[in-house]
Nanobody
Framework: QVQLVESGGGLVQPGGSLRLSCVAS????????MAWYRQAPGKKRELVAR?????????NYAESVKGRFTISRDNAKNTLLLQMNRLKPEDTAVYYC???????????????WGQGTQVTVSS
């Protein structure tokens, strides 16, 4: 069984910063990609940032967060991070951690999701 647990959300003023963490635990054989998604009220879930774990650590970002957000991973701790700077009210959403991984030799590669953490940017 695999668990992804996010933390670090909260209320912050426009222009402020937050750092989100996602700890992956349980039966994990190989992680291919990890990502942060977000979903604002009444909107579809969207990709915020992704990091490729299995080959090179390449990253990609949504245009709306480029230059403000940084995704990274602490491999030793199986932890995914998202540093969010210069936050804007439109960044308000529930942020979800996602991992594309293989749990055991006999289970297929699968997408796992955390429960989400609320980020609210407001004065």
């Amino acid at each position: 069984q695999v668990q992804l647990v996010e933390s670090g959300g909260g209320l912050v003023q426009p222009g402020g910063s937050l750092r989100l963490s996602c700890v992956a635990s349980g039966s994990i054989l190989s992680i291919y990609d990890m990502a942060w998604y977000r979903q604002a009220p009444g909107k579809k879930r969207e990709l915020v940032a992704r990091i490729n774990i299995s080959s090179g650590g390449n990253t990609n970002y949504a245009e709306s967060v480029k230059g403000r957000f940084t995704i990274s991973r602490d491999n030793a701790k199986n932890t995914l991070l998202l540093q969010m700077n210069r936050l804007k009210p439109e960044d308000t959403a529930v942020y979800y951690c996602n991992a594309d991984l293989k749990s055991t030799w006999t289970t297929p590669r699968w997408d796992y999701w955390g429960q989400g953490t609320q980020v609210t940017v407001s004065s």
